[in-house]
């Protein structure tokens, strides 16, 4: 019989025979991955259907697999893993379909049977591995076919965090399974876990190289697959240990006990080596895991992965010669790497960084002395790291002294003539040097008699002395010759008077020697006993019938003390001046009852009032309990006040406060005045809130400029416990960022305020922010501090500097490209605005000629930028931005000495 096909008939047969030749029409269900929306070269990570998922990983290839346009299919690159799993049913079949320009690496599975593109069996999860190391399959499309009858579903098989493998120190490893209401068991002898093994509770703490399997079970589910994590837990060996491995993979632990830049030295008991391409704080212990390499005959640690252990740890450097240093060296170099300590070794050449030392023959480099200027021949003592550049050098020196030269004695009165009874002193400029000397015309040596106080002379002498201080050379001999003078003099006998009574008065006793018919008179000099002057506070004059010095001075009103300068002047029998030495009177200055601006009470209770300088109290009743330290003084009321006496112009008060009764609002009147007795009012706080609430309260309006009262007047609603009072002050608080601007209309002094200040300079593409104790008022700065509110004291002046900040006491708007400080993604800096933007009052930003770049952070040093300098220095150790050692740079961007530098 003959069968008749129409064109729409033929159609549907071929249809239905190409899409037989890739059994696509017998799929339960197929994924197209070019339907899925992904953008190109996309990291793929799992893709989900309705009763499959299917779980991509890049295994052992460091690529993951990836989503391309062109072909419109996934990449697998060779060592990727892709598993599909089914969520409900047992899965009989899966074909995948290739896209274009698909490469030839094998595929292997876990199970079942797969032959191009086709996997056949039975099992609800199957795991696909794209073999070779290099090259790729392009998958376009997967089709999964299920069994007939709903299968037994599978748990999930268990997963470990941390994944398995290497660590160098202890781990707890969790189990978890995405199976809801699943039972996981396990082992960590290597046997397959089943029912029977240890249920997992809670994390299994690994301390040592351990293998754990488990399994996941639950009701309804067949048992998952075996999962297995093998951790090895690294333990750290002796530096000596490294130093004997010569090279490769290490890890070891030791203290830091120097860095440079990035290049450090750590040392245990047994031997120090060197770490290089990680700046590490010196005192730390730390465990160190990196390559092990040989640089020109230094061992180092590169690519280092640090921990710290603990800190403030120290190591004593050992005290060695150059000469044991070079033996080392020329034997095992046993000691490369250790901290010593060379003393007293002869500079004899510098060449930049390089510094050559002796002692006697044998010398050796001294790689980088900083902070102190040393000079060929000097004799110097440091601390270093024994270092390596194809000989034995010594590397981050510290503790770097000069041994210098006692300064030579001086004697008072100066040698030549004195009158019997001179009493010569000696002295040194050397700060805790000791003075030998002898009178016998011999050498002074350490051995000689120690010179304790005046020596009297009573007939012709020569004095000779020496200094000598441990660490020092001892000082050239002085020498002073004393011969007799009979001739008139006139001798006092005291010539320092020292009065702390106002209006005191009182005598000088002046003996004349030689001289029978004296004519004396006084006479006023400036402390060089040479410049003659008056003083209108002190009269002084010879007493006629005593023949004494008689002085009487004014009462001082002022706080500073003050000194006068007098020599008495006599005619002898031959009508020759001969006059007394030089007679220093000093008053001191009054004692004053104001506290000091600016004034900061911590708080505490009302006896800690009593004697404070400056303070007085009304109506204050018993102290509040130790409970409610510091808010302890009491305001229970009205009229209740504190007073404080300043000595200097008022800006602002601030007082803390603590309510201690009901809900009712009470009120600080703060007061001031200018003599103590008439008081107006500043400004009302008010108090109000919750029992227990705590109040930091601070005036916003002015003083009058000759206030030099505050008051602060209580006005009872409720109790209230009074805490810190603190006047001329600006309250600035700052974030857990650490940084904020300011600007104020106050002059502000930073000291010993716990916040530091910054100014910025501006040269070329660098931004450098630079530490300042005083600010003017009405100037742009950057603040660094811990998180909190600081109180910043108002002083009367600030000294003047320029800064690229732009302060500003109200809200204001700045032009697009300004550079404004924030906490964004980059971290805590200056960001450039793309639009005009809108800074608050009392803050500070800088304007867009600031820079050109997008963000400017901190470092360390509070630098940013780079510096665009030609690198000369052939001895620098230069490096890429890799951290990798480069020999010759060419043009480009570098690191040396830590630093990035533009080599043209």
Do not use: H
């Amino acid at each position: 019989m003959k069968t008749k096909f129409t064109l729409k008939s033929l159609l549907l047969l071929c249809a239905l025979i190409v899409g037989g030749a890739g059994s696509a029409w017998a799929a339960d269900e197929t994924i197209t991955f070019s339907e899925k929306g992904y953008s190109n070269a996309e990291a793929i990570e799992s893709v989900s259907g309705t009763n499959f998922t299917i779980t991509f990983d890049k295994g052992t290839n460091s690529n993951a697999p990836k989503y391309y346009t062109s072909g419109t299919a996934i990449r697998a690159y060779g060592g990727n893993t892709f598993t599909i799993s089914s969520l409900t049913k047992t899965i009989e079949k899966i074909e995948i379909t290739f896209g274009s320009s698909d490469g030839s690496n094998a595929i292997t599975t876990d199970v079942g049977s797969y032959s191009n593109g086709t996997w056949t069996g039975s099992a609800s999860s199957v795991k696909f591995t794209i073999g070779g190391t290099s090259g790729n399959r392009r998958l376009s499309a997967i089709a999964v076919t299920y069994t007939s009858a709903d299968a037994t579903p599978t748990c999930a098989t268990p997963t470990f965090s941390p994944a398995a493998g290497t660590y160098t120190s202890a781990q707890n490893v969790t189990i978890s399974t995405t199976t809801d209401g699943a039972t996981i068991y396990y082992t960590t002898d290597g046997t397959d876990p089943t029912k029977n093994s240890s249920e997992y509770t809670s994390a299994i703490p690994v301390s040592e190289t351990k293998t754990i399997k488990a399994i996941a079970v639950a009701d309804g589910y067949d048992n998952s697959a075996v999962a297995t994590a093998v951790y090895t837990i690294q333990t750290p060996i002796t530096i000596a240990a490294v130093r004997a491995q010569g090279t490769g993979s290490v890890f070891t632990q030791g203290i830091v006990t120097s860095c440079s830049g990035t290049t450090a030295y750590i040392q245990d008991a047994t031997a120090a080596v060197c770490v290089y391409g990680k700046s590490l704080t010196i005192g730390d212990e730390v465990t160190v895991q990196g390559s092990l390499s040989n640089y020109n005959g230094l061992l180092e640690i590169t690519s280092p992965t640090v921990t710290v252990l603990s800190s403030g740890n120290s190591i004593t450097p050992t005290v060695k010669t150059i000469a044991e240093i070079n033996s080392d060296y020329e034997a095992d170099n046993a000691l490369q790497g250790w901290l010593i300590k060379i003393e007293n070794a002869t500079v004899t050449a510098t060449n930049g960084q390089n510094t050559t030392i002796a002692q006697g023959e044998n010398t050796i480099v001294v790689r980088g002395i900083s902070g102190v200027t040393v000079d060929v021949d000097d004799i110097i003592t440091l601390t270093g790291n024994i270092g390596c550049y194809n000989a034995a050098q010594i590397a981050n020196p510290t503790d770097v002294s000069v041994k210098v030269t006692c300064a030579t004695p001086t004697f008072s009165p100066e040698a030549g003539a004195v009158v019997p009874g001179t009493e010569v002193t000696i002295s040194t400029t050397t700060e805790d040097a000791t003075i030998y000397y002898t009178t016998d015309e011999s050498a002074p040596t350490a051995s000689s008699t120690e010179y304790t106080g005046a020596i009297t002379i009573t007939e012709a002498v020569t004095i000779k002395a020496i200094a000598v201080k441990d660490g020092c050379f001892d000082s050239e001999v002085a020498t002073a010759a004393y011969t007799l003078n009979l001739n008139p003099s006139v001798i006092l006998s005291s010539n320092y008077i020292e009065t702390t009574a106002a209006g005191a008065d009182g005598t000088v006793i002046v003996t004349y020697e030689n001289i029978t018919t004296p004519v004396a008179e006084v006479k006023f000099y400036e402390s060089d006993g040479e410049t003659a002057t008056t003083y209108d506070w002190i009269i002084a004059e010879i007493n006629e019938t005593t023949n004494n010095l008689d002085y009487v001075i004014s009462e001082n009103t002022s706080s500073e003390a003050r000194t006068a300068y007098i020599k008495v002047y006599a005619l002898d029998n031959n009508a020759e001046d001969v006059y007394s030495e030089l007679i220093t009177v000093t008053q001191a200055g009054l004692v004053v009852d104001y506290a000091t601006l600016p004034f900061k009470w911590e708080g505490g209770t009302s006896s800690d009032f009593n004697g404070l300088t400056g303070v007085t109290t009304s109506g204050l009743g018993s102290d509040y309990a130790a409970s409610n330290a510091p808010y302890r003084i009491k305001f229970d009321s009205t009229g209740d006040y504190i007073q404080i006496k300043t000595d200097g112009e008022i800006y602002k008060v601030a007082v803390d406060v603590k309510m201690l009764g009901g809900n009712s609002t009470s009120t600080i009147t703060v007061q001031g005045s200018a003599d103590g007795e008439d008081f107006t009012d500043v400004e009302t706080l008010e108090i109000s809130g919750k029992q227990n609430t705590e109040l930091n309260l601070e005036t916003t309006k002015g003083f009058a400029t000759t206030d030099r009262y505050v008051r602060l007047y209580f006005t009872k609603g409720s109790n209230v416990g009074v805490g810190a009072i603190t006047i001329n002050l600006v309250r600035k608080g700052i974030s857990d960022a650490g940084y904020a601007t300011f600007c104020t209309t106050s002059n502000l002094d930073f000291t010993g305020t716990g916040v530091i200040a910054y100014k910025a300079t501006v040269a070329d593409s660098k931004v450098t922010f630079t530490e300042v104790s005083q600010v003017p008022a009405n100037k742009g700065m950057l603040l660094k501090g811990d998180e909190g509110t600081y109180y910043i004291p108002v002083v009367a002046s600030a000294t003047d500097f320029e800064t690229a900040l732009v302060g500003v006491t109200t809200a204001t708007e700045v032009a697009a490209g300004s550079f404004v400080l924030m906490n964004g993604e980059r971290g805590v800096g200056f960001y450039k605005t793309n639009n005009a933007f809108t800074v608050g009052a009392n803050t500070a930003y800088l304007p867009a000629t600031a820079s050109a770049r997008t963000f400017i952070g901190f470092s360390d040093d509070t630098t940013t930028g780079i510096s665009a300098t030609q690198m000369n220095d052939v001895n620098s150790e230069v490096y890429d931005l890799q951290g990798r050692r480069v020999a010759q740079p060419q043009r480009g961007l570098y690191i040396v000495n830590g630093k990035k530098v533009v080599v043209k």
